[in-house]
Each structure stands twice: as C-alpha cells, then as structure tokens.
Nanobody, 119 residues
C-alpha cells in the first residue's frame, strides 16, 4: 500500500524559509514523477514543483521559480521542497503527489501540511 506522508509545515514570517518533506513508502518510485501541489483557502489546488526520480528533471510553477527547490533522496525514499523567500501568498496546504512517468493523473496523494506565511 502506497503512502505519502508530508511534514515540515508551520508558521514563518515573510522572507523566511521552510523545508517540506514527503516520505514515500509501499512501492518502488524510480519510475514516478513526484510533485508538490498547494491549495489556498477559496482557491483551486495548483501545481508547485515536481521531478522525475529516474532522470532528476525538475519542473516549477512560474510563481515559485528561483525561490523553491524540489529534490529527492533515493536512499530515504523522501522528496523535499525547500522554500526560500516565502511570501504571504505562499500560504496554503501543501500536498505531495505521485504518478507514473507517462501517466496523466496522480495515483497517490498525501494528507497535506499547512504552511502559513505572515506579513
């Protein structure tokens, strides 16, 4: 049974940093695309960042480019989202998700972790 468990959220001042972690278990993820999404109150869930385990190729939303970095630790089966220069508009529940490399839909989702950035 695949599980994705996020951690690392919290309250931070604008300009600060947080690192989110997503511990993945229950499968071999080498052929997966691992992603971070977020959903702010009253808004739709949006893609933030992601990467392919096998190639290491990354992708970012324009709103976070240059501030956020997605990475993975194969040994720990953990995906990270390093968030720097945080802004109040980054406040949201952040979700970890996984899909097979060539799939359109995400098969697995974590429960989410709250990130709040105060001004």
């Amino acid at each position: 049974q695949v599980q994705l468990v996020e951690s690392g959220g919290g309250l931070v001042q604008a300009g600060g940093s947080l690192r989110l972690s997503c511990a993945a278990s229950g499968s071999t993820f080498s052929r997966y695309f691992m992603a971070w999404f977020r959903q702010a109150p009253g808004k739709e869930r949006e893609f933030v960042a992601g990467f392919y385990w096998r190639s290491g190729i990354t992708a970012y939303a324009d709103s976070v480019k240059g501030r956020f970095t997605v990475s993975g630790d194969n040994a720990e089966n953990t995906v990270y989202l390093q968030m720097n220069s945080l802004k109040p508009e980054d406040t949201a529940v952040y979700y970890c998700a996984a899909r097979l490399e060539h799939a359109l839909n995400y098969n697995y989702w974590g429960q989410g972790t709250q990130v709040t950035v105060s001004s």
